[in-house]
């Protein structure tokens, strides 16, 4: 298992121009190891090919796979984790399902929920939108880097910053002391997504240099 490192990768079959199987193989060889899927829209049959598909070629970079919202398509593919919403399965739940050595992030949109996630354990937080994101149509308004800071002062925990973010407000994000930075249109629209994402992973890494990254459950030091 790799770690939450740099460029965390979430998927969009609806703004992918080549296909979200194109897109992970792309970004995964720039350096990305840490990948999302993300589907709204199709059947949970067609969800768990695809799946299954994304996770045979993470294996073979050693990238961690991470389902959204459906923990029944990440216990039935096999994946290395769940990224919950707000709305969705509660952590416990969760965690009781999957057992201890699976990766279970949270989405957190104000102190209030971070705190609760802290509380019930989990992985990783993510927080945002940082900046305003036309990718998700129910997200709440911006929250901030300053958010993120304040989060960063609370805990030890990775924390992944989402929402808005690309190569010009980028540098600005990672100063406010997240472990990793999520990304779906900045790389997905960018024309050239193994390049958008080789130039994001680059940039992430002289940044960070230096600084102990976040080790997933299994991890090897």
């Known amino acids: 298992m790799s770690r939450l490192k740099g460029l965390y990768f979430i998927t969009d079959s609806e703004l992918s121009e080549q296909g979200i199987v194109a897109d992970v193989q792309q970004v995964i060889e720039a350096g990305c190891r840490m990948v999302q899927y993300r589907e709204k829209q199709k059947s949970s049959r067609k969800m768990l090919q695809e799946a299954k598909q994304l996770i045979k070629i993470c294996r073979e970079k050693d990238t961690l796979f991470i389902v959204n919202d459906r923990l029944d398509i990440a216990l039935a593919a096999g994946a290395d984790g769940v990224h919950l919403g707000q709305d969705d399965l509660p952590v416990s ?62 805990t030890e925990l990775p924390l992944v910053a989402i929402g808005g973010i690309n190569e010009e407000n980028l540098e600005q994000v990672l100063d406010a002391g997240p472990d990793a930075i999520a990304m779906i249109s900045a790389i997905v629209c960018s024309g050239d997504v193994g390049e958008a994402a080789k130039r994001t992973v680059e940039k992430i890494g002289r940044v960070k240099k230096g600084k102990t990254m976040f080790e997933g459950p299994g991890v090897e030091k």
């Open 93 to 154: 739940e969760a965690r009781r399902l999957l057992g201890k050595e699976k990766i279970i992030g949270t989405s957190n949109h104000c102190l209030r929920q971070a705190k609760q996630s802290i509380a019930h354990d989990v992985d990783y937080l993510s927080v945002g939108p940082i900046f305003h994101t036309d990718t998700k149509k129910d997200v709440c308004a911006p929250v901030g880097i300053s958010l993120l800071k304040q989060i960063r002062a609370l």
